[in-house]
C-alpha cells in the first residue's frame, strides 16, 4: 500500500470508529435492514453504449478544491438530467470533503444506482452504506488483504448491493478475479506519484474478460478520451474532476456518451 493510500485509509478508519461509536452496529444493521430495496449497479453500467458514472465530490488530496459551492442534491439533479448510468458519492471526510450523509441527499434527487465512494476496510463501513441508500460500494484491492478483500464482496452482496473492484496492474486484477468480482474498475492514476497512464485500461481489458464489467477511472479529459476508451473494450467511466468543475456538467456528461 503506497504512504498517500496508508494515510487515506486510516482517515477513513478514524472516521469510521467516530461514527460506530454515535450509531452502534445493531442499530446501523437496523437501518440497513428497513433501507429502499437496492437499484441494480451492474445493470445500469450493462446498457448499450458507454456508461458514464458521475462523481460528487468537493475536493480531492491532488488537486484540492474543486467546486466553491457544492450542492450535493443540484449535482445529483443535474448528473441525473445529463444521462448518467449512475451516481459516485465520495464519504471520505478528511481528503474529499464528503460525507455519509451525502448518499441519502443523492438517492432523494435521483432514481440512478449510486455508489458510496470511500476507503472501505470493515463492515460497518457497509452497513453504513446500505443504510443510507447506497446500491454500491468501492472496494481498493491495493488496501485490502485478499482474503478480507473476498469477505467484503461477499457481505455487500449479501445486503443487496454490488462491489466496483478497483486495481491498478495485472496482479491486482487476478487479485479480484479471484475474489469472485464482476465490476472491476482500473485506475489510471498511480497512488504512489499521481501520474496518470490513459492506455491501462485497454492492456488489462483481455486480462478481465468480456464477460465482466469494466469501468474507467481517473484522468478522463473530455470526449475524446472516452471515445477512445470505448474502442477499447470499457464498459463505463467513472469521471468526477471534469464534472465538477464543469459549467455546465449535465452537457458534459452528454458529450461524454456521444
Not at 475536493?59 to 449535482?75: F, H, I, V
Not at 469472485?180 to 489510471?188: C, E, L, M, Q, R
Amino acid at each position: 500500500m503506497s504512504d498517500i493510500l496508508a494515510t487515506l485509509v486510516t482517515q477513513a478508519e478514524q472516521q469510521t470508529a467516530r461514527r460506530r461509536a454515535a450509531r452502534p452496529g445493531p442499530e446501523t444493521q437496523a437501518a440497513a435492514a428497513l433501507a429502499p430495496p437496492p437499484r441494480d449497479f451492474a445493470a445500469a453500467l450493462r446498457e448499450p453504449g458507454l456508461a458514464v458514472i458521475a462523481e460528487m465530490k468537493p475536493r480531492s488530496p491532488s488537486k484540492g478544491p474543486l467546486t466553491d459551492d457544492y450542492r450535493p442534491a443540484e449535482r445529483a439533479r443535474a448528473y441525473r438530467e445529463g444521462g448518467a448510468a449512475a451516481l459516485s458519492v465520495l464519504t471520505h471526510e478528511d481528503g474529499f470533503g464528503g460525507s455519509p450523509e451525502h448518499l441519502g441527499v443523492a438517492r432523494a434527487e435521483s432514481e440512478l444506482p449510486i455508489l458510496r465512494k470511500d476507503f472501505i476496510t470493515d463492515e460497518y463501513q457497509l452497513l453504513e452504506a446500505r443504510a443510507l441508500g447506497a446500491d454500491a460500494v468501492l472496494l481498493i484491492v491495493a488496501a485490502l488483504p485478499a482474503t478480507r478483500l473476498a469477505e467484503l464482496l461477499a457481505r455487500a452482496r449479501e445486503l443487496g448491493m454490488e462491489a466496483l473492484v478497483e486495481t491498478h496492474d495485472a496482479g491486482e486484477v487476478d487479485t479480484a478475479l479471484a475474489a469472485g468480482a464482476t465490476v472491476i474498475g482500473v485506475n489510471h492514476r498511480d497512488l504512489r506519484d499521481f501520474t496518470i497512464d490513459r492506455t491501462l485500461s485497454a492492456r488489462l481489458r483481455p486480462r478481465i474478460g468480456s464477460g465482466r464489467i469494466l469501468v474507467a477511472e481517473s484522468g478522463i479529459r473530455d470526449a475524446h478520451d472516452a471515445r477512445a476508451l470505448a474502442r477499447a473494450g470499457v464498459d463505463a467511466v467513472l469521471v468526477g474532476e471534469l464534472l465538477m468543475r464543469a459549467d455546465d456538467p449535465a452537457a458534459t456528461i452528454k458529450e461524454l456518451k456521444a
